[in-house]
């Protein structure tokens, strides 16, 4: 009898963690669609007015931070999102931490394994603080400036405005980075 209700209690508790989880996560997905939808559309016209993707490089240099900043200033005071890969383009802003690594180097070796899919979300606790990763997977259209084979003029504009650029070298496929919403206990 008292086996039965541990394994019961034990059961439930577990539910009930699932369960806090869940609208954490939601809250996360919501943060992370907020700033990759401002970022996406803003990147899509500045494409679609210049294939080059020299218009879209100068708006990502100017106003991607920007944007960022914005975002998180609509936030509740307990949360936040960011931007952050494992080949950086600016140090400074969007380093990545040890978990961040972490979280990336699963989804490369998902990648690798074929077992990838760009909707898994990672919903992992660090002290206080739940962290929601979706991933970034470069995309054809993104190989103008993170690509292997870029144009003489994106090359001089990256080492104009990035002089320590990392975020080059990149397939079609490959993870690019993540975006993250770090949501803390209230």
């Not at 999102?81 to 990545?96: E, G, W, Y």
């Not at 660090?126 to 962290?131: F, K, P």
């Not at 690509?147 to 990392?166: F, M, Q, R, V």
């Amino acid at each position: 009898m008292k086996l039965s209700t541990l394994l019961l209690s034990t059961l439930l508790l577990g539910s009930v963690a699932v369960a806090d989880e869940m609208p954490v996560k939601k809250e996360g997905i919501q943060y992370i669609k907020m700033l990759g939808g401002a970022l996406k559309s803003e990147l899509k016209g500045h494409m679609k007015k210049d294939p080059s993707g020299l218009e879209a490089l100068a708006f990502c240099t100017g106003s991607a931070d920007k944007i960022t900043n914005e975002v998180n200033a609509k936030l509740p005071a307990y949360a936040k999102v960011r931007r952050t890969a494992l080949k950086v383009r600016n140090d400074k802003v969007n380093a990545p931490d040890a978990m961040d690594e972490k979280v990336m180097k699963a989804y490369e070796a998902a990648i690798a394994a074929k077992t990838f899919t760009p909707k898994d979300i990672k919903v992992v606790q660090v002290g206080d603080t739940t962290r929601v990763y979706k991933p970034l997977v470069a995309k054809k259209v993104c190989l103008k400036c993170h690509g292997t084979d870029l144009s003489p003029k994106i090359s001089e504009a990256l080492k104009s405005a990035y002089p320590h650029d990392h975020a080059t070298g990149f397939k079609e496929g490959d993870l690019r980075g993540v975006i993250v919403a770090e949501i803390k206990k209230h």
